[in-house]
């Protein structure tokens, strides 16, 4: 630029517009036409490569990717040629909540590294938005296809955790000082109130294989198990959900198969009320809660 400045100085200034143009015309001009794949694929290499500016976590860069791979679809065109509408068509295709949102901060991200590199002049993410923005993972349980979707990838020890507490139905905080019982399978435990606090709900038989593997994760810390199961949705691309979308999930499926009412509020922790009947006299075998419990079936896989 230094260049090309000291020449014009030699020139006339009376066409301010035709001096700036013949200015910029030779910012970016090798880089002309950069398609958003390559940006993207030097962007990365950037934010994560040998001589990246700061050090970042291997979940952030797994989340990155995980968002590169939904906007592949930009990856032909050329960065300049974009138009806005093109982007938010985009970010409005992806099916989950959590990776539009964070589509469109990568998006952004992308035209900013490519602005201070001089390949495009104008940001077309500007105006780019997430449709629709709203927090839908609290007190929205999963859904019988999204079940599905974590019993298909069930080895996973994070999804197990995530199934263990679809299908046992206590609050986040309550696993970490957990009794689990693996003899007469059952846990034990609770929090918050009279009626919470140290019930039994027994072991269902679907996620029993999964203990060993999937209590470590509900042991971590509430922010931990938050963002890890934040990333897990976004990974399966299912809709953003929090832990305790987990408890909700499992009082659906016991509304959805018929598990008694006395019963389901016994292992939900909730209380009786005015239901003298089963506030005082209501008394359940272990195993009369297992044969409610087992009445859960697992979602068509």
């Not at 009376?14 to 940006?39: E, K, M």
């Not at 003899?183 to 203990?211: C, D, E, W």
């Amino acid at each position: 630029m230094e260049y090309d400045v000291a020449k014009e100085k030699q020139a006339s200034y009376a066409d301010l517009d035709a001096f700036c143009r013949r200015v910029l015309s030779t910012i970016g001009a090798s880089s002309a036409g950069r398609t958003f794949g390559a940006v993207a694929d030097e962007y990365m290499e950037y934010k994560y490569g040998q001589n990246a500016p700061r050090v970042l976590s291997e979940s952030t860069h797994r989340g990155d990717e995980v968002v590169r791979s939904h906007v592949a679809t930009l990856d032909p065109f050329a960065l300049d040629s974009i138009p806005l509408q093109r982007l938010q068509e985009t970010v409005n295709g992806i099916k989950s909540e959590s990776i539009r949102a964070k589509s469109v901060t990568y998006i952004k991200q992308i035209y900013r590294y490519a602005v201070s590199r001089g390949y495009i002049q104008r940001d077309e993410s500007a105006l780019l938005h997430v449709p629709n923005a709203k927090d839908a993972g609290h007190g929205v349980p999963f859904s019988d296809e999204e079940l599905s979707i974590l019993w298909a990838h069930k080895d996973a020890p994070n999804v197990a955790s995530i199934l263990i507490m679809c299908y046992s139905g206590f609050r986040v905080t309550a696993y970490k000082d957990m009794e689990v019982n693996t003899n007469q399978m059952y846990f034990r435990g609770g929090v918050k109130t009279a009626a919470g606090k140290n019930r039994i709900v027994p072991i269902h038989s679907a996620i029993q294989p999964l203990i060993k593997s999937g209590m470590k994760l509900l042991c971590m810390s509430d922010r931990s198990i938050r963002r890890t199961i934040d990333l897990t949705c976004a990974a399966l691309d299912i809709s953003r959900h929090t832990p305790h979308d987990c408890r909700h999930t499992f009082s659906r499926l016991c509304e959805k198969y018929h598990v008694p009412e006395a019963d389901r509020k016994r292992m939900l922790g909730h209380s009786f009320g005015g239901d003298i009947t089963n506030a005082v006299y209501g008394h359940r075998t272990l195993e009369e809660l297992r044969a409610s419990i087992e009445l859960i079936s697992l979602p068509n896989l």
